[in-house]
């Protein structure tokens, strides 16, 4: 299972925010074409468009896909809406099995530490989990402490709290979160691929056997990273650090479909 999808169809950021545009049905056959041609089961769709839950049309294929345990979604609130808890709450009503934050492209700062774990609270209330970008790099790797609030958040709430591509180059720092925050999640995205062959690359193994595969997920970020390209990555690595089949099968589908409720 591929625990992190975007509905877009080319790798741009600013295509994520207005994804609830273009035609639902269209978009997510696509994303289930991909998935079969890879032998990929199912995936977490990440809908960075807030809006998503103002469409009709988005809404009826959400409640398809996701009765038939095939796509699930995760909805990005705008932090600055004055409605967040009644649009927390249609978003949980309309099948959405998560929240997911982006503190770099939302702009969101440690001041904001409470307002995201009062949204992680609601969230929880309403039976999803959280996902928090925790990626580390680009031009505004200084500017964005996505960890801080991780901490924060899982503090705040018993539901599982899923960190987005693993704390980057900070992978040991987000790896004693969870060993400290037992709802912690990490989950491999962008991030395993981009550090094949460095010391990062070898932390990512090493804290996969500290906390068990079972605290983890494998996510493709496609199509920033074309989803051949992600499984490929995946595959050298466990081959070269010698994971077991049970470790395997684990990270790339079963962690996942527990939180989702999918699998016992």
């Given at each position: ?6 509905p877009v169809a080319t ?62 979604f995760s909805w990005l ?188």
């Amino acid at each position: 299972m591929d625990g992190f999808f975007h509905p877009v169809a080319t790798a741009d950021e600013q295509s994520l925010f207005s994804s609830a545009s273009s035609g639902a049905k269209k978009q997510l056959q696509s994303i289930e074409s991909q998935l079969t041609a890879h032998s990929v089961s199912s995936a977490i769709v990440q809908c960075f468009d807030s809006d998503v839950i103002d469409n009709a049309d988005w809404l009826a294929q959400i409640r398809i896909y996701s009765s038939a345990n095939k796509l699930a979604f995760s909805w990005l609130p705008n932090l600055r809406s004055s409605a967040l808890p009644n649009r927390i709450r249609r978003a949980a009503e309309a099948g959405f099995c998560s929240i997911v934050l982006h503190p770099y492209l939302q702009d969101i700062q440690l001041s904001d530490e409470a307002l995201v774990c009062d949204l992680a609270r609601h969230a929880a209330e309403a039976g999803m989990f959280v996902i928090l970008c925790t990626a580390y790099g680009s031009r505004k790797i200084y500017s964005h402490q996505s960890l801080p609030l991780a901490a924060a958040v899982a503090a705040e709430v018993d539901c599982p709290v899923v960190l987005a591509h693993c704390g980057g180059a900070k992978i040991v720092e987000a790896m004693l979160l969870a060993d400290a925050y037992a709802n912690i999640f990490l989950e491999t995205s962008f991030t395993l691929p981009y550090w094949m062959g460095s010391s990062v690359e070898t932390d990512i193994a090493f804290a996969i056997r500290k906390l068990g595969p079972e605290r983890w997920l494998f996510g493709s970020d496609a199509p920033f990273v074309p989803m051949g390209n992600a499984l490929a990555a995946h595959r050298d690595f466990f081959l070269k650090h010698d994971f077991s089949e049970y470790q395997i099968e684990q990270i790339m589908g079963g962690t996942a479909l527990r939180l989702l409720g999918w699998q016992s």
